[in-house]
C-alpha cells in the first residue's frame, strides 16, 4: 500500500511516499528556516504563506522523485494537528483536495504520532514501549503496549524542553535555530554553572521553566557586575541538567513498567548529548533503544505516512469535514 503524506504543522512544507508504513519511498522536506531566521523565530502568517507558495511544488516534486502518478497512490495521510493553524490548514487542504479529486481514503495523522512513528522507518516498533516525545512543542513520556495505543505517563507543566532550548539561546545569544548551535556549544564548554535539577522528583512530569529563568537570571547577575558569561559553559551546563532529568525520569519508566524497548521521537531527539547519554544507559540496563535518524526527527512527512499506515489499519479515516485542530490531544 501506498501512502502519500502530507505534512505542513510549522515551518517545513514536506511529502513523502510511503509503502507499506515502512519503507520511504521519496520525500521532499522544504524548510523555511532561513527566513524565519531574520526574524529570530517562526512567523505564523509568513509559514502559511509560504506552505501556499509551495505545497504544490512539493507535492509534484515528490511524486517525480518517486517516478510515480496519483494513479499509484492508495490513500492520502496528512497532519491535522497540533501546530500552527494557518499552517496546517494548507497541508490539509491540499490533501482533501487530492483525496477528493482522486477519490483515495484520507487519512488523519496526529503530529505526534507521526514523531513517534519516525521511529518505524528505522525500524518496526517493538511493543510494549517508552516513547520519550521531546520537540519545540512537547515533552512526554508515553507507554504503549501496541500499535495506536499512547498512555501518557507524564508530561511538561510548562515549556516543552525544544522551547526552554530556545529561549536559552537567545540569551546567551545563539541565533535561531537555538537548539541544534546550543548542543554544539554545549561539546565544546564545561559544566561550570551552578544551575538547578529542574522537577527532580517521583513523578513522570518535567518543568523547564525555573531552568530557563535560572540561566537568565546568572546572565543578568554577572552583567550587573560588568561581567560577560562565556556561551559555551553555559550551554554545557544548560544541557546536563536536561540531559540528566530526561534519562532519569525514562529510565525510571522503564523500570518500574518493566519496558525493554526505548523509542525517542521530536526535534529534541537530535541532540548529541542526550543520543550519548541514553545509548550508553540503555547499553547498560539491557534497553533496546532506537532513535532515527536526524533527518526523521525533525519535522518530515515520512514519519506521517508511517504513522498514517497504522491508522487506516486500525480503521481510521476522515472524510471532507476534517479540520485542523491547533491544539489536540494524543490519541
Ligand atoms: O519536532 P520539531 O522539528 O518541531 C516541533 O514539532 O516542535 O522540533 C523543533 C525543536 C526546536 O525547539 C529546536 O530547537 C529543537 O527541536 N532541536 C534541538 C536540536 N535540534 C532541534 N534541541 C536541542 N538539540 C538539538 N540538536
Ligand atoms: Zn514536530
Known sequence: MYILAIESSCDETSVSIIKGGKEEIATVVLSQMDTHANYGGVVPEIASRMHIENITLVIEEA?????????????????????LIGSLLIGLMAAKTLAFAYKKHLIPVHHIAGHIYANNLVKRLEFPLIALVISGGHTDLIYMKEDYSFEKLGGTLDDAVGEAYDKVARVINVPYPGGPLVDKLAHQGQDTYNLPLPLDDDSYNFSFSGLKSAVINLVHNEKQRGNEIIPENMATSFQNRVVEILTKKTMKALKEYDVKNLIVAGGVAANKGLRERLTKECNENGINLTIPEIKYCTDNAAMIGAAGYYAYKLGRRADLSLNAKASERLK
Do not use: E, F, S
Not at 64 to 83: C, F, S
Open 63 to 83: 511524486l517525480k522523485k518517486a517516478n510515480m502518478t496519483m494513479d499509484d497512490i492508495d490513500a492520502i495521510a496528512v497532519t491535522y494537528g497540533p501546530g
